[in-house]
């Protein structure tokens, strides 16, 4: 059971690059989301999904861009990095949303931009 | 505005020792409240929930928390730490919609 899986684990991007963040999780879970890691600033809610074909913004959306094709795939898009974006992402899901189901996260991706 | 405030960043007790970890809301409601532990190079994995009902509530790993409606606290505890306990320990709120907001996290250190 693989649960929720992000790839690449790192990434070194110079700045204006662009790149996908890659998450998938195999639980059938409706609820996705992406959050943000900063020391002393915990988690942030970037963007998130209450099922395909639905997005909505978080608290930090701008620079990034998400979509929702598949029940089973959110992949977060930097269309043009810049270093303030260097942070760890973590993906997570839930059954049904963020009131009862407990979020499942993946390992994150460590990302630097220069 | 609602939010999720953590005192303490660093919080070190010897093994053995009891465990509190502070954490407050800001919200004309209750919100649903959530510990989480994170372990280094890891995602977060949930500790413990409270939605509604008994206020003291169980969650694994010996830890457990208690919702305080008049303190608007729901501070985290364990009676004897173990060195496996050290890691980074989030409290978050669902405020009645889609999102999870996230204090800015404890970071516990156990003493020999």
């Known amino acids: 059971n693989a649960g929720v899986t992000q790839t690449p684990k790192f990434q070194v991007l110079k700045t204006g690059q662009s790149m996908t963040l890659q998450c998938a999780q195999d639980?059938?879970?409706?609820?996705m989301s992406w959050y943000r890691q900063d020391p002393g600033m915990g988690l942030r809610l970037i963007h998130y999904s209450v099922g395909a074909g639905i997005t909505d913004q978080g608290e930090v959306p701008n620079g990034y861009n998400v979509s929702r094709s598949t029940t089973e795939d959110f992949p977060l898009r930097l269309l043009s990095a810049a270093p303030s974006q260097t942070s760890v992402y973590f993906c997570?899901?839930?059954?049904?949303?963020?009131?009862?189901?407990?979020?499942?996260f993946g390992n994150g991706t460590r990302l630097t931009v220069t | 505005a609602q939010s999720v405030t953590q005192l303490g960043s660093h919080v070190s007790v010897s093994e053995g020792a009891l465990v509190l970890l502070r954490c407050n809301y800001s919200?004309?409601?209750?919100?649903?409240l959530f510990w989480y532990v994170q372990y280094p190079n890891q995602g977060l994995q949930l500790l413990l929930k409270?939605?509604?009902?008994?206020?003291l509530v169980k969650g694994i790993n010996g830890f457990e928390a208690e919702f305080k409606k008049s303190e608007t606290s729901f501070h985290l505890t364990k009676p004897s730490a173990h060195m496996s306990d050290a890691a980074e320990y989030f409290c978050?709120?669902?405020?009645?919609?889609?999102?999870?907001?996230f204090g800015t996290g404890t970071r516990l250190t156990i003493i020999p």
């Open positions: 997570a899901s839930s059954y049904s949303g963020v009131d009862n189901s407990p979020l499942h």
């Open positions: 409270y939605t509604t009902g008994a206020t």
């Open positions: 978050a709120a669902n405020f009645g919609n889609e999102k999870l907001t």
């Open positions: 639980m059938n879970h409706e609820y």
């Open positions: 919200s004309s409601v209750p919100p649903y």
